[in-house]
Nanobody
Framework: QVQLAESGGGLVQAGGSLRLSCVAS????????SGWFRQPPGKEREFVAA????????FYADSVKGRFTISRDNAKSTLYLQMNSLIPEDTGVYYC????????????????WGQGTQVTVSS
């Protein structure tokens, strides 16, 4: 059974940085894409970033482009999200997801999800 576990969330002031990690276990296959999503308070879950298995293809939401960087270390089964220049609008629960079948920007495409980690950016 595949399990994803996020970590690295917390409270940070605007302008600060955080790095989220997502450790996967239980995979029997490789070659799948992975992504990060977030759910702001009172809003629906939204796409943040995605990457191919090799890391050679990455995609970002316009709202985070230039500030966030997605990466992965397949040897460690770990997905990362480096978040710089954080703003209060980045506040939310951040989820990692794996193995999309369909658009990498759509929540419904992903087969596996973590439980989420809270990120709060104060002004």
């Amino acid at each position: 059974q595949v399990q994803l576990a996020e970590s690295g969330g917390g409270l940070v002031q605007a302008g600060g940085s955080l790095r989220l990690s997502c450790v996967a276990s239980g995979h029997t296959e490789s070659g799948f894409g992975s992504g990060w999503f977030r759910q702001p308070p009172g809003k629906e879950r939204e796409f943040v970033a995605a990457t191919s298995w090799s890391g050679g293809n990455t995609f970002y939401a316009d709202s985070v482009k230039g500030r966030f960087t997605i990466s992965r270390d397949n040897a460690k089964s770990t997905l990362y999200l480096q978040m710089n220049s954080l703003i209060p609008e980045d506040t939310g629960v951040y989820y990692c997801a794996e193995d999309p079948d369909g658009s990498w920007r759509d929540t419904v495409s992903y087969r596996y999800w973590g439980q989420g980690t809270q990120v709060t950016v104060s002004s």
